[in-house]
């Protein structure tokens, strides 16, 4: 055949998406490698051209607690009735949980009524498992609470389970106001939504600094940062389940004749139970989240003990104490989800006598009553005697020091070559890139995916964090959380693939991954840094152990949603295993795996503010020196530049996600 004859496949013209992004990267190399001389501006922008919102942040603060007043009492006087509001109810639950009620203050103060003695308190919660869910369940939360007592941090959690009961019942109420005014107002639900965004993606640290200011220090104003954390969730789930109702029930509503508070409280709140219930679990879930954060302010209790184990580094104790937090997280979520199962029997009550109708209520008086009178005449039915309390802290404390000891050199040399070949010169690449390049970059990727919305709002974020001085702080946090997000995903991908299919192997990674999310994220820190002593690897290595969990996870999720006739499919069209797996599985999985990479890098962002305390030097360390100065509007910054960074990464993946998934037929 000539020459030709020969038919040769014609490339593809490239499109103008493709000729923009070709035209972009090229005036970025640009700009990158030959600017610095002639738009020094555009690398390190000038403080004469930077947005004072530190300061009008701090201004703004200074003039709302000395100056500020609505009518007859003072913005300080509002913020101060909000806490001995809250600090009642929170005084009683302390009293019948741990110090009993006292007479006189401080040293003076003389116990007249003990609090309930531990076999109560076990016993009560058992009753309220058997109501919810049965035996299995009443035995499950009773040996939690008996690992808490038997490893002596009785007094610590009850601290804790005062805070919680108060916190949550709060967090509740308003998080579902907030949701039936969204839901019933689209103006509110328009501006809830960025509002929400912040909220979940700001630092905690970052808003310690002006509730310290309103509330002072103490356990209300940790009560309070608890209530702020643990409110989102709580206000997108009642938006969420109140719209699920079904039509036909508000239909009915309307016909009887039910006002709009009436349609509210009697036929839309009853009917999005199911629902509101997932929302009451996450705000339980996130306040005990909070615990050790909430300590820093005044909380006391677990949270205390973690962090004092933390400064001390003594990895025993730290660790028992965030087991007792994993035990408390496991009771108190599996009773909230028997809760929100359970379908309470009404019929034949009226014939039944009230023991008969209140078989539980009775049960629990009776416990109370008799635990208490046994307590006052036998010490150990009151309080757990310390000669029976067990310890694993030698253990902890011995294992690192083997490794240490046995370890050392190799535990160097990979430090060593990770931050000399890797860590280093990756911060360097990104502390050198020229500002205003990677925000026009994020701007085209947010158009590329998303349109000129998504556009506006990746390019503004970015660029608002140059602008308020805050960019070389926030590459350093890049740097940190990409390199965390990639290891992650290098671990926790493979994990994923080699058990998703896999049932017995699966249910062990699921219980490992399910307490790796229970843990405190402050316990991953004392192990990471006697081992490998303070710095930018420590805080990788702590971040990866906290993120893992979702790469893991939703990877597997995507595997197992994948249709088993397209496998079947496949491997009648002879595809290999490898072939079965890169061609159909991994691909048809893409957009699940990229969501669980979103969460990944939000589960980074969210540890590399508490990796702060072993010396990183980026936004984290900004707000944690805000903290530790007071400085609001230091800490606001630098906890809405962590904020924007999440923001943008969710917006972009997420929109890649959608895409993907359109492009590959899949209905989400």
């Known amino acids: 055949m000539a020459a030709s004859d020969t038919i040769l496949p014609r490339r593809a013209p490239l499109t103008n998406q493709q000729l923009l992004w070709a035209f972009a990267l090229a005036a970025f190399a640009v700009l990158w490698l030959a600017g ?49 509001v809250i600090d009642f109810p929170y005084r ?51 040996a939690c609470f008996g690992f808490i007592v038997a490893f002596g941090q009785w007094e610590n959690a009850m601290i804790t389970l005062a805070s919680i009961v108060i916190a949550v019942p709060l967090g509740v109420i308003g998080g579902l106001l907030l949701g039936i005014a969204g839901h019933r107002w689209r103006i509110v639900a328009l501006v809830l939504k960025p509002i929400l965004d912040l909220m979940q993606t700001v630092p905690v640290f970052a808003y ?34 109140l719209a699920g109702v079904p039509s036909e029930v508000r239909d009915l509503g309307n016909m009887v004749g039910c006002s709009r508070r009436q349609m509210t409280w009697r036929v839309m709140v009853p009917s999005a139970m199911p629902g ?31 962090l004092s184990a933390l400064r001390r580094l003594d990895i025993g104790a730290g660790v028992e104490a965030g087991l007792a937090i994993v035990a408390l997280a496991v009771a108190l979520d599996r009773l909230s989800q028997a809760y929100a199962r359970k379908v309470r029997l009404h019929a034949d009550q009226e014939q039944r006598g009230p023991v008969q109708r209140h078989p539980y209520t009775v049960s629990a008086v009776a416990l109370v009553a008799v635990t208490g009178l046994a307590g006052l005449v036998v010490g150990w039915v009151q309080s757990f005697p310390e000669a029976w309390e067990l310890t694993t802290g030698a253990f902890w404390s011995d294992v690192v020091r083997w490794i240490n000891v046995n370890f050392f050199d190799q535990i160097e040399a990979f430090k060593n070559l990770l931050l000399l070949n ?42 608002l964090i140059a ?117 159909i599985k991994l691909k048809l999985a893409l957009p699940e795996i990229m969501l669980g990479l979103n969460q990944t890098i939000m589960l980074a962002l969210s540890m590399l503010v508490i990796t702060a305390l ?21 800490g606001l910054v630098a906890g809405l530049s962590v904020a924007f960074i999440a923001i943008i990464a969710d917006r972009l993946i997420s929109a890649g996600a959608d895409r993907m998934r359109t492009r590959l037929g899949l209905q989400r």
């Open 276 to 306: 509101l219930m997932v929302g009451v679990n996450q705000v339980i879930m996130l306040s005990l989240n909070m615990v050790i954060i909430a300590s820093m302010i005044g909380a006391g209790g677990l949270g205390f003990e973690v």
């Open 208 to 241: 310690l600094v002006p509730i310290l200011f309103l509330f002072g220090f103490g356990p209300t104003a940790a009560v309070v940062a608890t209530i702020i954390y643990a409110l989102p969730p709580m206000t997108r789930v009642s938006m969420l389940a």
């Open 36 to 84: 610095k001389p002639y738009m020094a501006w555009a690398f390190k922008l000038p403080r004469s051209m930077q947005i004072p919102l530190r300061r009008w942040i701090g201004d703004f603060m200074k003039w709302l607690v000395e100056e500020a007043s609505f009518g007859l009492f003072t913005f300080t006087e509002f913020t101060r009735f909000l806490a001995d």
């Open 92 to 142: 009683i639950a302390l009293s019948l949980l741990s110090t009993g009620f006292l007479e006189g203050q401080g040293s003076n103060a003389v116990q007249i009524v003990p609090p309930l003695p531990w076999i109560a308190v076990i016993g009560l919660i058992a009753l309220m498992g058997q109501y919810a869910g049965g035996w299995r369940l009443a035995a499950l939360v009773a």
């Open 422 to 463: 890797v860590l280093i010169p990756f911060k360097r690449f990104l502390l050198g890139l020229p500002w205003i390049g990677v925000t026009g970059l994020i701007a085209l990727a947010g158009w590329s995916l998303g349109g000129w919305r998504l556009a506006a709002l990746t390019g503004t974020l970015a660029a």
């Open 467 to 583: 602008l308020t001085g805050q960019w070389p702080k926030a590459m350093v946090t890049v740097y940190l959380c990409g390199i965390s997000v990639v290891l992650a995903c290098l671990i926790g991908i493979p994990i994923a693939i080699l058990t998703a299919e896999r049932g017995r192997l699966w249910k062990g990674v699921e219980i490992v991954i399910d307490t790796l999310q229970t843990l405190p994220s402050f316990v991953y820190l004392m192990p990471a840094v006697m081992l490998f002593r303070v710095g930018d690897f420590t805080a990788i290595i702590a971040v990866v152990a906290y993120a893992v969990a979702p790469a893991i996870r939703y990877t597997a999720h995507g595997i197992r949603q994948v249709d088993p006739q397209l496998v079947e499919a496949g491997a009648a069209a002879g595809c290999t295993e490898w072939q079965l797996l890169t061609k």
């Open 614 to 634: 072993v010396g990183t030097r980026d936004l984290g360390q900004e707000v944690y020196i805000a903290l530790t100065k007071a400085d609001t509007g230091r």
